[in-house]
């Protein structure tokens, strides 16, 4: 070895290449601590993807509306006097359409409905997963509120639009692009006897007795003064998609 070649060789390369070797090691230690992504399967992947395909339609029609009154809104303004009262018509209309698609908050009247995993022992070869409350479950009450005449819901804070999938994520559930875990809290804005019509609605009444009674599932609500609703926090930017030309 020739030790005089060593010796002319820069205390800075030295020190460079040291960096660089450890570098390597804590490149390579955290590729290998990484956790396999979690894949989730689920019997119902085919309904769930056939909804949110209805509802993704449902979303850009009403995304398009707004554009499309935000174009006439600017075009109507532009031409001057005597457009005052046209203005106040298309943003009626666009504050209704705001409101379809989830993208204001809304404060008002309505109801809370609680959640809760039943307490109750898994008898033997019964699955555990029956005493959970899970997607199905807030799928179908989130569907009850809407025929009793709900304005508006949100699961956990998280404002239900058309474009809303709501998915089983190991024990917790997935709303819109949010992980929410129990127990879990529906806020709905309505009429003012909005609860008295869920409680009588048929289906609503199947679902409690089917999970409280049967499986133990807890249920609960309260009817405040007033319910504040989120906005959708979502992306509405529109794809593969444009404003149709009028006539």
Known sequence: MDLGRLRSIPSWQVTLGAALLVLGFLIAAQLGSESPRVRYTTQERTPLLETATELQAEQDDLKNRILQLRSDIQSVEGQGAGSADLVRQLNARLEEARIAAGLIPLTGTGIVLRLEDSQMPVPPGASEADYLVGSHDIRTVVEEL???GAEAVAVNGE???PTTAIIDIGSSLLVNSAYLAPPYQLTAIGPTDLYDRLS???GFVDFVRARGEGF?????FAEPETVDMPAFAGTVTL???RP???G
């Open 146 to 148: 809407w025929l009793a």
């Open 159 to 161: 404002r239900v639009t």
């Open 200 to 202: 009588r609605a048929t």
């Open 216 to 220: 133990g599932i807890r249920l609960s």
């Open 239 to 241: 794809r593969y998609s």
């Open 244 to 246: 149709l030309a009028e």
